[in-house]
């Protein structure tokens, strides 16, 4: 009896070790096809990011193939435009020009008696205009680079796709239509090509500042 009690004993440890093994190794089979499963995706996720990257480059390639024959097309034609090309050289010949004759003036000061009559100014009184006048243009062309500078600061935050876009077609539509537009707008091609990108710059601003004041609102009244 007790040897069959041991044998009992025995047969039900060897059917529970049995057991253990089988479930242990059902357990590693599951763990090899979990890791084999993620590898898979790991896999598949890299061969995806790899399609989306090459698909991105060709697309950026082209697209940079097709802006700069855009941009030589422009190129060419504000060759041919003497429009253009004239305001763009008195756009930066014009501050020079400003410039020396600003230094004739400083050499030899006089004022208008309101008859078209230049009138010298005393020793004295040339010496103190002098000074003034160059603290003021001094004073003047501070204010304009730092107005300049903050105007290029704000036009890199707003810059994207739209401001391309805006950029690239006002310049070819001045350059196309340069000589046309000179005739009715007696205004430098290189300025009003400015003011265009600084109005288009200024209603995105404005309209983006709308946007967020709705949207707070919105979340504000539905809260």
């Not at 357990?27 to 890299?46: C, F, G, H, P, V």
């Not at 009138?119 to 603290?135: K, Q, S």
């Not at 000589?179 to 404005?206: A, H, Q, S, W």
Request: hydrophobic fraction near 45%.
């Amino acid at each position: 009896m007790q040897i069959q009690v041991n044998k009992s004993s025995v047969e039900a440890v060897d059917e529970a070790q049995k057991k253990q093994k089988e479930a242990e190794k059902k357990m590693e089979q599951a763990e090899t096809k979990a890791r084999n499963e993620k590898k898979r995706a790991e896999l598949e996720i890299r061969k995806a990011k790899k399609e989306v990257k090459a698909r991105t480059e060709k697309m950026r390639d082209t697209e940079y193939f097709w802006g700069m024959g855009y941009i030589t097309v422009i190129l060419f034609v504000i060759m041919q435009n003497g429009a253009f090309q004239n305001d763009f050289i008195d756009f930066f010949r014009t501050p020079f020009m400003w410039y020396f004759q600003f230094c004739e003036w400083l050499a030899h000061p006089t004022y208008d008696n309101g008859f078209n009559q230049k009138i010298a100014y005393t020793c004295g009184e040339a010496w103190v205009i002098r000074i003034l006048a160059i603290v003021a243009v001094l004073l003047i062309v501070v204010i304009i680079m730092a107005i300049i500078m903050e105007i290029i600061k704000i036009y890199k935050k707003m810059w994207d796709k739209i401001s391309q876009m805006f950029l690239i077609g006002s310049l070819s539509g001045i350059a196309v239509l340069g000589d046309v537009i000179r005739e009715y707008l007696p205004v430098n091609l290189i300025l009003t090509f400015g003011f265009i990108n600084v109005g288009i710059m200024l209603l995105k601003m404005y309209f983006q500042k709308k946007f967020e004041e709705k949207s707070l609102y919105a979340d504000n009244h539905y809260d």
